[in-house]
């Protein structure tokens, strides 16, 4: 059973904070992991995208990779109000004739002003 | 790059009709798109995956024969729910990938609701 677990939150940050948010697998086999945000009553935006271990860096957004512990964070920096959404995390694998993503349920955030 | 649009974004039907639901790859070719479905305040369910040319994939649990889906070339699949009934009623959402990553890039869901 492929899972990915994320902590359902809130997670409520002041504004210019940074804001952390982790998740946790069960596939090792999964070799690529994906945040997505998502706006409530929109669909899933792509943030970030980690294939190897370590950093990965856009703007403020971090994310990283740890293979051995099977865990993926996220970092952002400098949080905004406008930052406020469900962040979900997403570990792909192969199957059905493609590679497909399995889910978290999400990490729900809310930045302060 | 990788828009992905969906029509229609929001649809009311009556219990028993058919709707129909369409995804395009705006500015790419996708090899594979796939069909979720959410609940409100649950997570992303897939339904199934669809290569272009090919029958789709259905996951457990979801009827193939109520959610149709066909993916005639490489920039549109479409979704019919079939004899819709009210627990159809949910936000159903589309995306897209190309063969060469392995990204996958939403549609902005069409939100169903059957009366």
């Known amino acids: 059973q492929k899972e990915v677990e994320q902590n359902s939150g809130p997670l409520s940050v002041p504004e210019g904070a940074i804001a952390s948010l982790n998740c946790t697998y069960s596939?090792?086999?999964?070799?690529?992991f994906f945040w997505y945000r998502q706006y409530s009553g929109k669909s899933p935006e792509l943030i970030m995208s980690i294939y190897s271990n370590g950093d990965k860096e856009d703007g403020r957004f971090t994310a990283q990779l740890n293979k051995a512990s099977q865990y993926v964070s996220l970092l952002i920096r400098d949080s905004q109000p406008s930052d406020s959404a469900t962040y979900l995390c997403a570990g792909g694998y192969s199957g059905a004739g493609s590679y497909q993503l399995t889910f978290g349920k999400g990490t729900k955030l809310s930045v302060i002003p | 790059g990788a828009v992905v649009s969906q029509h229609p974004s929001r649809v009311i039907c009556k219990s028993g009709t058919s709707v129909k639901i369409e995804c395009r790859s705006l500015?790419?070719?996708?090899?594979?798109m796939f069909w979720y479905r959410q609940f409100p305040k649950q997570s992303l369910m897939l339904m199934a995956t669809?290569?272009?040319?090919?029958?789709?994939?259905?996951e457990q649990g979801v009827e193939k024969d109520k959610f149709l889906i066909n993916h005639a070339s490489l920039t549109l699949s479409t979704l019919t729910v079939t004899s819709a009934h009210p627990e159809d009623s949910s936000f159903y959402i589309c995306s897209a990938k190309v063969v060469t990553a392995y990204e996958q890039y939403f549609g902005p869901g069409t939100r169903l609701t059957v009366t």
């Open positions: 669809s290569n272009e040319g090919s029958k789709a994939t259905y």
């Open positions: 596939d090792r086999g999964s070799q690529s």
């Open positions: 500015d790419f070719q996708a090899t594979t």
